[in-house]
């Protein structure tokens, strides 16, 4: 499911909620048309072994690995999404280490991004402490007003015994923060695509659709 807690960092909030399902489709286009594909950076961030490039890859490639090998400084992955008004995005997605010592090369990557996924891992609750970190380097060295957050609570597909994040705290810690929201499975491919299609949505209307200043 979806929960859209994100308005543009400093700006008046949109609190309507828009089914994923209704938010990203395949339509058919005349062969004479020609859509301009939009360009979006979108960063990847969170803590060691949260599933950042088991998200990534299940997304771009559709593939999942259980063997965890650590990301290295960062790692570009790319993804072209239809909106449902066939306009496209392509997505350029970089997935960042996230063990501490490569913190100091973070802003290499969320650099004029327009998306930034900070990510948590269902079974460890520091893991969502941690992203409060994430937040405020993302709100003191970024633009704020047009940067999409959104919050993925990966491995949702663990047993409740194993759970240590309930729902309800992920959705409140979105809330409190303006932030996109999903849990997600990357092994079990759950509410990968979704997430993502969800930001699309979101880059493409403040993209095109804001009023210019």
């Not at 969502?128 to 003191?140: D, H, Q, V």
Request: one cysteine or more; a positive charge.
């Amino acid at each position: 499911k979806l929960y859209l807690f994100q308005k543009k960092m400093g700006c008046s909030n949109n609190k309507q909620n828009t089914p994923a399902s209704d938010a990203i489709k395949i339509k058919p286009q005349n062969k004479t048309e020609q859509k301009k594909t939009l360009d979006a950076k979108i960063v990847l961030l969170g803590d060691q072994a949260v599933g950042k490039s088991s998200i990534a890859q299940r997304f771009c490639k559709n593939i999942f690995s259980n063997q965890h090998i650590a990301t290295i400084g960062g790692a570009y992955l790319q993804q072209k999404v239809m909106l449902s008004n066939g306009e496209s995005i392509k997505l350029h997605i970089w997935d960042t280490g996230g063990q501490e010592r490569f913190r100091a090369m973070a802003n290499l990557y969320y650099r004029d991004a327009a998306a930034a996924i900070l990510t948590y891992d269902v079974t460890n609750s520091d893991s969502l402490e941690s992203l409060k970190f994430w937040i405020n380097e993302l709100r003191t060295k970024c633009d704020q007003e047009n940067l999409v957050l959104c919050l993925a609570g990966n491995k949702c597909d663990v047993s409740q015994d194993m759970r240590k994040v309930p729902l309800n705290k992920g959705k409140a810690f979105a809330q409190e923060n303006n932030m996109i929201f999903y849990e997600t499975s990357a092994r079990d491919d759950i509410g990968i695509k979704e997430l993502f299609n969800a930001v699309a949505k979101k880059i493409y209307e403040i993209k095109t659709l804001s009023p210019q200043e």
